[in-house]
């Protein structure tokens, strides 16, 4: 059990490094609450509808899937620690 512990722990700190190093990479293109008050919308462009294919959409993405296993791993290791 001890062994599962320090995989676990281990492959956590990766993927915690490689979530913030994700994080960081990412610009801040996005407007937030201002825009939504403002009425900033987008327009509905080619790059709008194939955002998902550009570097900034495969970005967002794996930030996404390394947020999940960080939450699901985390979990994991507070299950196995408790046992």
């Known amino acids: 059990m001890e062994i599962l512990k320090y995989i676990l722990v281990g492959i956590d700190v990766l993927v915690c490094l490689g979530l913030i190093i994700m994080v960081l990479r990412q610009n801040n293109n996005d407007t937030g609450a201002s825009g939504t008050i403002v009425g900033n919308t987008s327009s509905n462009n080619f790059y709008e509808k194939n955002k998902g294919r550009t570097k ?16 699901i791993l985390t979990i994991a290791l507070s299950i196995v620690y408790v046992a």
């Open 56 to 71: 900034e959409g495969k970005m967002k993405r794996t930030t996404i899937i390394l947020m999940v296993l960080f939450v």
